[in-house]
């Protein structure tokens, strides 16, 4: 787990290292770095929707899983939860205010996406980090924006990709077909939604809630699942 080890020390380094700019960052750079910020989501979502929807077997899963999972979110207020809890831990720190929608952000862009996620399974199957060490860059980059942004409390996203990376990882060793390049095009379709998502909120143009999208990811891998099962 070389290359997820040294992806989450980049966000670690690079919270940091945002979070020292921070002090010298006026209220016009931030806004500059809002708007920067809600364009490269918009970007790196919609590549991720369009270079996947061709390889989907099910043009209509996506739908499905974005609607069932999104009222799933809402009605397990996960957003409202999400935003308590952060802000209590921030408690009235102004730079903090609106962290909950800056962290949840991070952790879909360091998380979703074919890096994040086809990395850690190549590295398990083949031994190659390539795809890890590449993503590790462009976390560094991110997570300094992020941090000069949002603030320190941003570091918080390198466990849960620690965590996320892991879990294909640790999935990919025990069985090399228990994710196959079907469900992985499907969850690459939905995150990418998601990040679209979320890059509407930066901008203002939309409070999407993205957090409430989150059980959205569980519905193709309950799909192929049973689809599995049935087969």
Do not use: H
Not at 92 to 112: E, P, R, V
Not at 156 to 161: E, G, K, N, Q
Not at 197 to 214: I, V
């Amino acid at each position: 787990m070389l290359g997820t080890i040294v992806n989450t020390c980049t966000i670690i380094v690079g919270s940091i290292a945002g979070a020292v700019m921070n002090r010298g960052i006026k209220e016009k750079y931030k806004e500059t770095l809002y708007t920067a910020l809600g364009l490269a989501c918009l970007g790196i979502g919609l590549n991720a929707v369009i270079s996947n929807f061709c390889k989907s077997e099910y043009p209509v899963l996506f739908i499905v899983s974005i609607a069932l999972g999104s009222v799933i979110g809402t009605a397990l207020n996960l957003d409202g939860r999400f935003a308590n809890l952060i802000n209590k831990r921030s408690k009235s720190n102004n730079k903090n205010t609106n962290l909950a929608d800056g962290l949840s952000t991070a952790i879909l862009l360091y998380c979703i996406g074919p890096l994040a996620m086809l990395g850690p399974v190549i590295s398990a199957l083949k031994g190659d980090n390539t795809f890890l060490f590449t993503n590790a860059t462009l976390d560094l980059v991110t997570s300094a924006v992020f941090a000069s942004t949002y603030g320190i409390w941003v570091i918080l996203a390198a466990p849960v990709l620690f965590c996320w990376q892991g879990m294909f990882y640790l999935v990919a060793k025990v069985s090399s077909t228990a994710i196959s390049e079907a469900l992985m095009a499907e969850l690459l379709i939905v995150g990418g939604l998601m990040i679209v998502a979320s890059g509407l909120s930066l901008l203002k143009l939309k409070d999407c809630k993205t957090l409430n999208m989150l059980p959205s990811l569980l519905i193709p891998v309950i799909w192929f699942l049973i689809k599995s099962l049935i087969e």
